[in-house]
Nanobody, 125 residues
Framework: QVQLAESGGGLVQAGGSLRLDCAASGRMFGGSVMGWFRQAPGKEREFVAAVTWRSGGSTYYAESVKGRFTISRDNAKNTVYLQMNSLKPEDTAVYYC?????????????????WGQGTQVTVSS
């Protein structure tokens, strides 16, 4: 198991930027996958972005955030980042960091076994 702790959420105006950090304690492996998900009130948790842990890791994005959000990781710090630019009111949600220690890249909530507590992102219009 890996423990995850998110930080960096907050309130921002539409068009603004925020960066979310996720610090992981515990061992990650080359085959691990780190992801960001979000959940808006009354909606199901949805995939936002993922990155593989191996060197030169591949990145994956939901269509709704492509070109606006960037996921990256610092293996030495065991930290994953989500840079969010050009934010829209519909990006308002609780954002969760998640880890899949072993297994192929997935966008399914059920494939990730470790979750952070979540951080609120609110985008005002």
């Amino acid at each position: 198991q890996v423990q995850l702790a998110e930080s960096g959420g907050g309130l921002v105006q539409a068009g603004g930027s925020l960066r979310l950090d996720c610090a992981a304690s515990g061992r990650m492996f080359g085959g691990s996958v780190m992801g960001w998900f979000r959940q808006a009130p009354g909606k199901e948790r949805e995939f936002v972005a993922a990155v593989t842990w191996r060197s030169g890791g591949s990145t994956y994005y939901a269509e709704s955030v492509k070109g606006r959000f960037t996921i990256s990781r610092d293996n030495a710090k065991n930290t994953v980042y989500l840079q969010m630019n050009s934010l829209k009111p519909e990006d308002t949600a609780v954002y969760y960091c998640a880890a899949r220690i072993f297994g192929p890249v997935s966008t399914a909530v059920t494939d990730f076994g470790s979750w952070g507590q979540g951080t609120q992102v609110t985008v005002s219009s």
